[in-house]
C-alpha cells in the first residue's frame, strides 16, 4: 500500500517561498507507471491541481501557477517537493501530494497525502 | 483549461433515496473523467474511473456513467456514512481540473 506523507511549515509570510515535501513509502518514486503531483484545496472547497514530476524529472506545471512553481524529486529519499514563490494571502490552502496512475483507464489519482495547511500571513 | 461543471452545488435526501450527481466538460473528454468522495478533514478518495468503473473497494451502491462531456455519479441507495463532498475530475488534456464540489447531506 502506497502512503504519502506532506511535511513543511504551516505558516508562510507574504513574499515569501512556500517550501513543501512529500514522502514516499511503499512504492518507488522510479515507476513508470505515475506522475506525483501537487494539488491545493481552497477553504472554500474548491481544488486546484499544481503541476507534476515524472521519475525523468519532466514536469507539468498548471499555467495559472507556472511562473512561481517548481517541482522536483529525490529519487535517493523517494520524495518529490514543492516550492511556490511570491506567496500572498491567496495561496493560502490545504496542499496535498498525490500519486496519478497514468497506465490505466481514466489517469487517476490513487494516493493521496492527508494533507497540509498553509496559512500566509505576516 | 477545461471547465468541470457539478449540479447540484449540494442536496439533501433520505436515507435511501437514489441521488444523482451530474458533471458537464466544457469540451469533450471521452472517458478521462473520474469521481472522488471527501470527507470532513480527509483527503479526496477515488470511487469511480474511467467514467463508469468502480474502484476496488468501493460499495456497489455506487455507479457511474457518461461519455464525451456529460457524465452523471449515481447513489442507488443512501447511506448515512455517504455524507461528503463528491468530485468530478477530467484527466483528458493538462491542467487537469475539478468540478466545484457537490454537498449531499442525509436529511
Known amino acids: 500500500q502506497v502512503q504519502l506523507q506532506e511535511s513543511g511549515p504551516g505558516l508562510v509570510k507574504p513574499s515569501q517561498t512556500l517550501s513543501l515535501t512529500c514522502s514516499v513509502s511503499?512504492?518507488?518514486?522510479?515507476?513508470?507507471?505515475?506522475?506525483w503531483s501537487w494539488i491545493r484545496q481552497y477553504p472554500g472547497k474548491a481544488l486546484e491541481w499544481i503541476g507534476y514530476?515524472?521519475?525523468?524529472?519532466?514536469?507539468y506545471y498548471n499555467p495559472s501557477l507556472k511562473s512561481r512553481v517548481t517541482i522536483s524529486l529525490d529519487t535517493s529519499k523517494n520524495q518529490f517537493s514543492l516550492r511556490l514563490s511570491s506567496v500572498t494571502a491567496a495561496d493560502t490552502a490545504m496542499y496535498y501530494c498525490?500519486?496519478?496512475?497514468?497506465?490505466?483507464?481514466?489517469?487517476?489519482?490513487?494516493?493521496w497525502g492527508q494533507g497540509t495547511l498553509v496559512t500566509v500571513s505576516s | 483549461d477545461i471547465q468541470m461543471t457539478q449540479s447540484p452545488s449540494s442536496l439533501s435526501a433520505s436515507v435511501g433515496d437514489r441521488v444523482t450527481i451530474t458533471c458537464r466538460a466544457s469540451?469533450?473528454?471521452?472517458?478521462?473523467f473520474n469521481w472522488y468522495q471527501q470527507k470532513p478533514g480527509k483527503a479526496p478518495k477515488l470511487l469511480i474511473y474511467?467514467?463508469?468503473s468502480l474502484q476496488s473497494g468501493v460499495p456497489s451502491r455506487f455507479s457511474g456513467s457518461g461519455s464525451g462531456t456529460d457524465f452523471t455519479l449515481t447513489i442507488s441507495s443512501l447511506q448515512p456514512e455517504d455524507s461528503a463532498t463528491y468530485y468530478c475530475?477530467?484527466?483528458?488534456?493538462?491542467?487537469?481540473?475539478f468540478g466545484q464540489g457537490t454537498k449531499v447531506e442525509i436529511k
Open positions: 469540451q469533450s473528454i471521452s472517458n478521462f
Open positions: 511503499g512504492g518507488s518514486i522510479s515507476n513508470g507507471d505515475y506522475y
Open positions: 475530475q477530467q484527466t483528458y488534456s493538462t491542467p487537469w481540473t
Open positions: 514530476i515524472y521519475y525523468s524529472g519532466n514536469t
Open positions: 498525490a500519486s496519478q496512475n497514468i497506465a490505466v483507464a481514466g489517469r487517476y489519482f490513487d494516493y
Open positions: 474511467a467514467a463508469s
